[in-house]
C-alpha cells in the first residue's frame, strides 16, 4: 500500500509487556487512525487524528495510547499487553482531494499480525 | 450514527457463478463517500472502489460492479462469473466528509466471506 509504512508486521509479546506500532505516511496528511481486526468483527477504530497534535478516542480504545508530534507519524503503544488484544492492527492516512475527483482517499498499512501470550 | 450492515456473513459459491454482495449503511451526513474493499488470505486490505454520495451512476469494472441506491442506503457488489482468485473477504466502509465529527474515521461493516470451489 503506497504511502503507508507499517512496523512490525508479526509480533509475539507476553502478558504484561508493552510495545509499540509504528506508523508513518509521506503523503501529508491529515488524518490518521488506528484499527483492529477481530474474526466476526470487521475492523473496529481505536483511536485516530485530526492533525499533528490533535488525537481522540475511537470505538475500542482501552489499553491502547496514541500521540500525534508530526503530520507523518502515529505510533499506537500497548502500555501493559492482555490477551484480548490479540489481533490485527491496521493503521490508515487519508486526506481530502479537490477537482474531478473529489473526495476521501484513505490509504491502508500492510497490517500488524500481534498475539498476547 | 454511522452504521454499516453486511448481513451475509460468508457466501459459497461455484466458479461462474454471479453474486451480489449486500451492503446497506446508516448516516446523518448529506455528504458521504462509500467504499468496497478485499481482504485475500495474504492479509492485506486491498481498494476497490470509492463512492461519492453526489454520484448516483452505478459503475462496472471488468467483472465487478457496484449498485449505488440513495433511496434504500444501499451500495451492493456484484461479481459476475466469479472465479476462484476472488475468493475473500470482502468489506463495506463508510467516511465523512471534512469538517464533521466523524471526519478521518472509517466506518466498516463486518464483512463477508466469500468462497468460490471450482
Known amino acids: 500500500n503506497a504511502g503507508v509504512t507499517q512496523t512490525p508486521k508479526f509480533q509475539v509479546l507476553k502478558t504484561g509487556q508493552s510495545m509499540t506500532l509504528q506508523c508513518a505516511q509521506d503523503m501529508n496528511h491529515e488524518y490518521m487512525s488506528w484499527y483492529r481486526q477481530d474474526p466476526g468483527m470487521g475492523l473496529r477504530l481505536i483511536h485516530y487524528s485530526v492533525g499533528a497534535g490533535i488525537t481522540d478516542q475511537g470505538e475500542v480504545p482501552n489499553g491502547y495510547n496514541v500521540s500525534r508530534s508530526t503530520t507523518e507519524d502515529f505510533p499506537l503503544r500497548l502500555l501493559s499487553a492482555a490477551p484480548s488484544q490479540t489481533s490485527v492492527y491496521f493503521c490508515?492516512?487519508?486526506?481530502?482531494?479537490?477537482?474531478?475527483?473529489?473526495?476521501?482517499?484513505?490509504?491502508f498499512g500492510e497490517g500488524s499480525w500481534l498475539t498476547v501470550v | 450514527a454511522q452504521k454499516v450492515t453486511q448481513a451475509q456473513t460468508e457466501i459459497s459459491v461455484v466458479e461462474k457463478e454471479d453474486v451480489t454482495l449486500d451492503c446497506v449503511y446508516e448516516?446523518?451526513?448529506?455528504?458521504?463517500?462509500l467504499f468496497w474493499y478485499k481482504q485475500p488470505p495474504s492479509g492485506e486490505l486491498v481498494f476497490l472502489i470509492r463512492r461519492n454520495s453526489f454520484d448516483e451512476q452505478n459503475e462496472i469494472s471488468g467483472r465487478y460492479s457496484w449498485n449505488f441506491q440513495k433511496s434504500t442506503s444501499s451500495f451492493n457488489f456484484t461479481i459476475t462469473a466469479s472465479q476462484v482468485v476472488d475468493s475473500a473477504v470482502y468489506f463495506c466502509?463508510?467516511?465523512?466528509?471534512?469538517?464533521?465529527?466523524?471526519?478521518?474515521?472509517?466506518?466498516f461493516g463486518q464483512g463477508t466471506t466469500l468462497q468460490v470451489k471450482p
Open positions: 490508515a492516512s487519508s486526506g481530502f482531494t479537490t477537482g474531478v475527483y473529489s473526495g476521501n482517499t484513505i490509504y
Open positions: 448516516t446523518r451526513d448529506t455528504t458521504y463517500y
Open positions: 466502509a463508510l467516511s465523512a466528509p471534512r469538517g464533521t465529527s466523524n471526519t478521518g474515521k472509517l466506518i
